[in-house]
């Protein structure tokens, strides 16, 4: 798997981190997206509310 989504990090990372934590590392350490995920339809990308 060359990227993960942070469901993916929650499931996959060790000792067990929840959404917010996985959320919090990634805005501390500047990560950017890798892509965006598709969803076939014509409004706001998976994962957006």
Do not use: C, F, K, N
Not at 5 to 29: F, G, K, N, Q, S
């Amino acid at each position: 798997m060359d990227a993960w989504t942070v469901e993916d990090a929650v499931t996959l990372l060790h000792p067990p981190l929840t959404v917010a934590e996985v959320r919090e590392m990634i805005d501390l350490l500047r990560l950017q997206p890798y892509g965006s995920r598709r969803t076939g339809r014509r409004d706001r990308p998976a994962g957006e509310s």
